[in-house]
């Protein structure tokens, strides 16, 4: 099958692996990816940061499309051009004679130009929603930067394509409430490598060590970030390491500077780090490094840190918001608190930190849920059924080419 994936919003530089964990682009490049190995004929779309065309390590060619502003930018300011970005897909797809057989977009400003693009080529299209912006909307309030428009232009994009996919219950509870039938969705949720994501060799450690992955660059309260410096204040001696990305500067940031800030001022400062530039490929000894990860979000879409950090064998301890629901189990793969409650969330750690003999059923627990739910090959021979029935004659062509 030929395969255009657009991710319309994803960094080139992300795609290409300097993304750190978690990331949205450094997925959809696992995505690709793996599909590449399934033996489709697949491609990465993506607005241009740059020029040109490249490939992912694997070999699975990335083209930048230029259409509106480079760099990073709001979604408000990227709107104005999706229709433009789905013409000039369509543009270079007859220019160098390679049309797909479908297109899957991921996120709604991506939807909206493989929408523009599918009609032109007459090829199907399917959209991921990694996040509903009704949701958003509804947990963030005014700190929402979405545009006030992204709501309706999500209802009428679902009706649009030709198959809607959700990673969470959460995801396909709000779709439902959006008024997208039942029927033209289906729940898929977000994959890992354990291949790549794999435990330490050695047993854990006396118990003391703590992360949290979040892009150190754009620090929102909402992360709950603070919420896990205010509950170390409530975990004598343990330590804690919060990553992000992508390399720069970001320690640098004024929000940054406020964690730190917030960490001398709860007395935490010498057992806390911020640390930055760390590349996806580094992310598994990150956490291997950790005996516990805390992922602890207000509101949190799916949560593929908790999922990386389950692959790795490192138990969990997340608010109980969004897909974190999905991902970990509470009191099986790890535990999960109300989010805004640093002291339920020092409780949680404390009673996983404190029992080793937990802990090790937990890690046990959270990698083969990995394996059964999230591992790669198990997801993504559930999206080659969706495009079988998208189109089921390129799939035939694929099995005996």
Known sequence: MRLAIVCEQASPRGLAGQACGGSHAGQLAELATVLWHAGHDVRLYTRADGSGTHQ???????EHIRAGPTGTVADDARLPHTSAFGQRLVSRWRRRGWEPDLVHAHDWLSGLAATTAGQQAGVPVA?????????????????????????GMERKLAQAVDRVITQTRAGLDELVRLGVARQRMSLIP?????????????????GRRILTVGSLDGLDEHKGLSDVIRALAQLP???LAIVGGPPGSAVADPRARRLQELAEACGVGPRMRLVDGVRREQMPDWYRWADLVVCAPWYEAFGLPAVEAMACGVPVVATAVGGLRDTVVDRVTGALVPPRDPAALARAVRGVLGDSVRRLGYSAAARDRVRQCYAWERVAPRLEMEYRQLCPSALTRTASA
């Open 56 to 62: 992912l390590a694997d070999g699975v060619p990335v």
């Open 127 to 151: 959209l991921t929603f990694h996040e509903v912006g009704m949701a958003r909307r509804r947990h963030l309030g005014a700190a929402d930067p979405s545009p006030s428009c992204r709501v």
């Open 190 to 206: 977000a994959g890992v490598d354990p291949r790549i994501f794999t435990p330490r060799p050695s047993a854990p450690r006396g």
């Open 237 to 239: 001696g343990a330590e």
